[in-house]
């Protein structure tokens, strides 16, 4: 395998040359050396952002978080690939196998890399602040946007192979738009079986948290305490003055 192939910087530098890019994964050619590189780079990137999700808890649960989520995202592939295979074919899709896999590991690609690079802002939050649930609402944003990008990616692919290379046809990119909202829920119902990723510090450390509740019910609460967090310490705010005054009274 070419080392030069795994690093970021290359899968970026093929990506500025846009037809170039899209050939070499719509091509035939070296697929399964292709997909092993990009495999092993999404592991590598998504682990060293695991590792900083999981260094807000412990080192017990960095290391945790550094495997889970390179899982969260095999899984993710393992579970929705096979339909979307299936279905691009039957709807007359001439991409191979290999093929296909190459295209969407190279969404999954881009998205680990933009995730790398969110790190360094990451560490900075954990170590200027200390709300836990700011930073699940930031990992949330940065998944979200992250994933925004990979699949612009992979849309792109498929659409050159649909006007370029006319082996793909043009009701399976439309397929493909629904399949991003599957693999959405998909995503979050995994990451919300994994759990737990950053975990509060005041949490004992655990490989797997107890299933309840659910993925939309948490977000919806981590913004709920962000927002009355400042009223809850302006009103102790209040009562700390207040007592004073009732004693001189």
Known sequence: MDKKRLSPFVFFKDFHDKEHFLENLTSEENSLEKILSQYFLICICSCIYGIAMGSYNSVQQAISSGIKVPLLFTLAILVCFPAFYVIQHVLGSRLGFFQMLKIILSGFVMISIIMVSFSTIVIFFLITGNNYSFLKLLHVAIFGLSGIFGMKTILDALQYACEQKNVYPKIGVVVFKFWILILAFVGMQLSWNLRPF???????????????????????????????????????????????EEGQD
């Open 198 to 244: 950053i975990a509060s510090k005041d949490m004992r450390f655990e490989v797997f948290r107890e299933k309840q509740g659910n993925f939309y019910l948490a977000v919806v609460e981590s913004a709920i305490n962000i927002v009355e967090q400042p009223e809850h310490k302006q009103t102790q705010d209040n009562k700390g003055k207040e007592k004073p």
